[in-house]
């Protein structure tokens, strides 16, 4: 039996060399040969723990040939990326495949986090009764620009000056002079009884794309989020065109001024997320109280607690026959469409998935293998190929 999975980063790699390598178990893994850009792919025995080859990338064809040379492989244990699927799929027809058992568990996590984050707002606990509203003070000054705006600042400083010039009796040409100013400036500031007369034009409340936006901003900031990016990520996601200067900009002049929520925060979507896949006897009491109360308030999360047991229970003791009931439950849920779409991959993937949740074949072996592979990179600085890598992880 094989399982594998590799990834390298780094440049181009040629073709491999002939090494010796057993021809009858077969696992595989991804490993980067250059971080986010090229992977290649690691195959070790899962019966001896060692690897058997490394191929220069992830693509099905690569995959499917080395396969189609060696017919005596008969279980692929793998995770799910569809190039894995399909390589293994066409260069050992006669090998059963078995998807390993953490890549389904981390799928499922992915999703009851979208689930999380899709009811974020039930998270909130229940507001306090409000207060008796306070008199608000009256504005000292009716300038639409607050104290402390450097350019209203600058403006009531600039119009104080060349109104006192004047009244000392200088000529506007002479205040100019003095002051550095076009004419045509003096000219305007001493027309300006106030200096509020001056805040037109471009610095008077246009219209920008991020107007549409700011209601939801401000509802997510009394929600608790107060991280600007996070902030600009969500609207994104609902169309806004522009980057994220513009919301860093809101968020530091107007929102960071308004007083948070009183009463505690609620918990984030990844921490409830965390809490739902720990088992319930590994949970601390006060995370176990918070998860309570945060289900309490939604049943859809109630739901989605219940699913992610069950397929926990399913995973931890291989009882890969009930997959199929799980999946015709999970696809029923419209209130968790994560965990639907989900749920339709795994029907799609289902002879693997269903034999990862029976047998007792899996990944792990592989990820030491990375991690080897990592550090052997990182001795070789890139001063070698592809070919060198190979070598020394076949021959250790």
């Given at each position: 039996m094989?399982?594998g999975r590799c990834?390298h980063?780094?440049e181009?790699?040629?073709a491999?060399s ?8 077969e696992p595989q ?12 792919t690691v195959?070790v ?20 040939a080395?396969?189609a040379?060696?017919?005596g492989?008969?279980?692929v244990?793998r995770?799910?990326?569809p190039?894995?699927?399909e ?6 027809p006669?090998a059963l495949q078995?998807a390993d ?10 999703a009851?986090e ?5 009811h974020?707002?039930?998270l909130?606990?229940?507001?306090a009764?409000?207060?008796?509203p ?6 000292t000054?009716s ?6 705006r ?8 600039k119009?104080?000056t060349?109104h ?8 506007k ?7 550095g100013?076009t ?7 001493s027309?300006?009884?106030t200096p509020?007369?001056?805040f ?7 219209a920008?794309?991020l107007?549409d ?15 600007a990016?996070k902030?600009?990520?969500e609207i ?6 522009r ?7 809101y968020v530091s002049?107007t929102l960071?001024g308004?007083p948070q929520p009183?009463?505690?925060r609620?918990?984030?979507a990844r921490?409830v997320?965390?809490?739902?896949l720990?088992h ?7 995370d ?5 109360a945060?289900?309490a308030n939604?049943?859809?999360?109630t739901?989605l ?17 009930r997959?199929?009931e ?7 849920t419209?209130?968790?469409?994560s965990?639907?779409?989900?749920a339709q991959?795994l029907?799609?993937?289902?002879d693997?998935?269903?034999?990862g ?5 899996n990944?792990g072996?592989v990820?030491g293998?990375?991690n080897?592979i990592k ?9 070698a190929?592809f070919e060198?890598?190979?070598k020394?992880?076949l021959?250790a």
């Open positions: 094989l399982q990834a980063k780094g181009q790699c040629p491999q002939a090494l010796p390598c057993s021809p009858s178990t893994h991804e490993y980067a040969q250059r971080k986010g850009r090229i992977y290649g195959l025995d899962v019966e001896t723990r060692r690897p058997i080859d490394l191929l220069p990338d992830r693509d099905a064809d690569t995959l499917a080395w396969l040379e060696r017919p492989i008969e279980i244990c995770d799910r990326a190039f894995f699927a390589g293994a799929t066409r260069g050992a006669q078995v058992r953490w890549h389904l568990w981390h799928n499922l996590g992915e009851a979208k689930c999380l984050y899709r974020r707002g039930c909130r606990p229940t507001p009764q409000p207060e008796e306070q008199e608000e003070a009256e504005p000054a300038s639409p620009w607050p104290t402390g450097r350019f209203a600042e600058r403006t009531r400083a119009h104080a060349i006192a010039l004047l009244a000392a009796g200088h000529s040409r002479s205040v100019a002079r003095q002051l100013m004419l045509n400036t003096i000219l305007r500031f027309r300006a009884t509020e007369e001056m037109i034009g471009q610095w008077q409340s246009r920008t794309r107007d936006y700011k209601p939801y901003l401000d509802q997510r900031w009394q929600e608790g989020c107060t991280n990016w902030l600009w990520e994104k996601e609902q169309g806004y065109p980057g994220y200067a513009s919301v860093r900009d002049r960071r308004k009183v009463g505690p609620p918990p984030s921490a997320t965390r809490w739902i720990t319930p006897d590994a949970l601390p009491e006060g176990r109280l918070h998860l309570k945060a289900l939604c049943p859809e999360l739901a607690a219940e699913h992610v047991r069950s397929f926990a229970h399913m995973l931890t003791h291989l009882q890969g026959d997959l199929p799980w999946i015709e439950a999970s696809s029923a419209t209130e968790l469409p965990l639907r779409h989900l991959h029907l799609r993937d289902l693997a998935v269903t034999a949740l029976t047998l007792s074949w990944s072996v990820e293998h990375v080897r550090m052997l990179k990182r001795q070789m600085f890139g001063r190929g060198l890598l190979r020394r992880v021959l």
